[in-house]
């Protein structure tokens, strides 16, 4: 039987980072042609104004390569209140582009403004219990969530997720755990990344799988190399540091259990998408080549 799961990879896997980090990143219709060349069937926006913003040439750029176009990332500093005005317009902005270019299934991919914080930033992966949200904190950071996932799915009936990731406040299990408990199930929904969960302290993926499964919505599939963790505590490096030693190594040669993933999605009928990512910064190696190889290693598993 074939699986029902679809896959796709993101920009950021050829460097198209949310943060300004040194090095060219190739332009929208490369990254857009490797994507399909390597095998995959869909992809994420990107930062806002990587790909076209108008909706229509967006539609076309997608289409001529048959791809679809699954979601993209919003960071909002959701603990200062603040900023949760600006993000929900920001949020609007980019879910108005997929809505309007027909892509109304698509998720916001919500997340905290990773790796703005400092502490947040130079111990990410050795966490530890410190650093974090205090309970006021963290419920306005969930309300901030609330607002956003609410302005969009009022808006244009789109679905929001949250992305739980190192450099941000939401990195632990504990992390994620208090943000579900703090949010509404039908409203905001988890983007469960198994790499930066690893990297965040957790152990076995499926702890994750098992007891938010119906918050689950959206998957990225990262893998994470132990051994680069380690010399990043032993030498203290940050996230940015930790990420240019390659952290994030290629599908199934780090320490996240795949297989046993996968057949756990597929025991549970899941449906939806699993979107590869492996941060590729410019000059760290060739990002077609590493999106083949997962494409492969993937298709090992029986996707």
Same mark, same amino acid.
């Given at each position: 039987?074939?699986?029902?799961?679809?896959?796709?990879?993101?920009?950021?896997?050829?460097?198209?980072?949310?943060?300004?980090?040194?090095?060219?990143?190739?332009?929208?219709?490369?990254?857009?042609?490797?994507?399909?060349?390597?095998?995959?069937?869909?992809?994420?926006?990107?930062?806002?104004g990587f790909m076209p913003t108008d909706p229509e040439v967006l539609k076309v750029d997608l289409a001529k390569r048959n791809l679809s176009l699954l979601g993209?990332?919003?960071?909002?500093?959701?603990?200062?209140?603040?900023?949760?005005?600006?993000?929900?317009?920001?949020?609007?902005? *980019?879910?108005?582009?997929?809505?309007? #270019? +027909?892509?109304?299934?698509?998720?916001?991919? %919500?997340? $905290? =403004?990773?790796?703005? *914080?400092?502490?947040?930033?130079?111990? #990410? +992966?050795?966490?530890?219990?410190?650093?974090? %949200?205090? $309970? =006021?904190?963290?419920?306005?950071?969930?309300?901030?969530?609330?607002?956003?996932?609410?302005?969009?799915?009022?808006?244009?009936?789109?679905?929001?997720?949250?992305?739980?990731?190192?450099?941000?406040?939401?990195?632990?299990?504990?992390?994620?755990?208090?943000?579900?408990?703090?949010?509404?199930?039908?409203?905001?929904?988890?983007?469960?990344?198994?790499?930066?969960?690893?990297?965040?302290?957790?152990?076995?993926?499926?702890?994750?799988?098992?007891?938010?499964?119906?918050?689950?919505?959206?998957?990225?599939?990262?893998?994470?190399?132990s051994q680069v963790k380690a010399s990043s505590v032993a030498d203290n490096w940050d996230y940015f540091e930790t990420v240019k030693n390659g952290v994030f190594?290629?599908?199934?040669?780090?320490?996240?259990?795949?297989?046993?993933?996968?057949?756990?999605?597929?025991?549970?009928?899941?449906?939806?998408?699993?979107?590869?990512?492996?941060?590729?910064?410019?000059?760290?190696?060739?990002?077609?080549?590493?999106?083949?190889?997962?494409?492969?290693?993937?298709?090992?598993?029986?996707?």
């Amino acid at each position: 039987m074939s699986s029902k799961i679809k896959i796709a990879n993101a920009p950021c896997s050829w460097g198209v980072l949310e943060f300004e980090l040194e090095g060219q990143s190739p332009g929208y219709e490369q990254v857009l042609n490797e994507i399909a060349e390597t095998g995959y069937i869909g992809t994420e926006l990107g930062d806002w104004g990587f790909m076209p913003t108008d909706p229509e040439v967006l539609k076309v750029d997608l289409a001529k390569r048959n791809l679809s176009l699954l979601g993209a990332f919003v960071p909002v500093a959701l603990s200062n209140e603040k900023a949760h005005e600006p993000g929900i317009h920001e949020a609007l902005k *980019v879910a108005g582009l997929m809505h309007e #270019a +027909g892509y109304k299934d698509a998720f916001i991919v %919500l997340a $905290d =403004d990773n790796g703005t *914080v400092e502490y947040r930033t130079k111990n #990410a +992966g050795r966490i530890n219990g410190h650093g974090g %949200l205090t $309970d =006021d904190e963290m419920k306005t950071f969930a309300q901030g969530a609330e607002k956003v996932a609410r302005a969009v799915k009022d808006k244009y009936g789109m679905r929001t997720v949250f992305h739980h990731h190192a450099a941000g406040y939401i990195e632990t299990p504990q992390e994620i755990n208090a943000l579900l408990q703090l949010t509404d199930p039908d409203l905001l929904g988890l983007c469960f990344d198994t790499g930066h969960y690893k990297f965040g302290g957790g152990n076995n993926p499926l702890d994750v799988l098992e007891k938010h499964w119906s918050r689950v919505w959206h998957i990225h599939f990262k893998d994470f190399s132990s051994q680069v963790k380690a010399s990043s505590v032993a030498d203290n490096w940050d996230y940015f540091e930790t990420v240019k030693n390659g952290v994030f190594c290629e599908l199934g040669k780090g320490d996240v259990d795949f297989k046993s993933v996968k057949n756990f999605l597929e025991k549970n009928n899941y449906n939806g998408w699993i979107v590869v990512e492996q941060d590729v910064l410019p000059g760290m190696g060739n990002p077609k080549q590493c999106a083949e190889n997962n494409r492969k290693f993937l298709q090992t598993l029986g996707l």
